[in-house]
């Protein structure tokens, strides 16, 4: 059993950055894989992003590669998803997930955290 909690939503400019965590607990996340999704109001759950917990591999969607980043402190058993150059299309709540293994799905949700990209 692994809980999820999102933090560092908010209000930023185009063109501006934030930092999102999600912070685990109940266990290590040796073996996981970690995905950022993101939903709109109105629209479904799309994939952002993911890392191997073990080896740090990521992996984006292309609307964000090059100006958002993922990464793991290992110490914290936490997961980041740094976001540059945000655009209003940005806007959404933004959910980190958990899978255990690279072939399940993710069965570990956040509650979500709000990003809103103004112009």
């Known amino acids: 059993q692994v809980q999820l909690v999102e933090s560092g939503g908010g209000l930023v400019q185009a063109g501006g950055s934030l930092r999102l965590s999600c912070a685990a607990s109940?266990?290590?996340?040796?073996?996981?894989?970690m995905g950022w999704f993101r939903q709109a109001p109105g629209k479904g759950r799309d994939f952002v992003g993911h890392?191997?917990?073990?080896?740090?591999?990521?992996y984006y969607t292309d609307s964000v590669k090059g100006r958002f980043t993922i990464s793991r402190d290992n110490a914290k058993n936490t997961v980041y998803l740094q976001m540059n150059s945000l655009k209003p299309e940005d806007t959404a709540v933004y959910y980190c997930a958990g899978a255990s293994t690279p072939t399940s799905g993710y069965g570990y949700w956040g509650q979500g955290t709000q990003v809103t990209v103004s112009s």
């Open positions: 109940g266990r290590t996340l040796s073996g996981y894989r």
């Open positions: 890392i191997g917990w073990s080896d740090g591999n990521t």
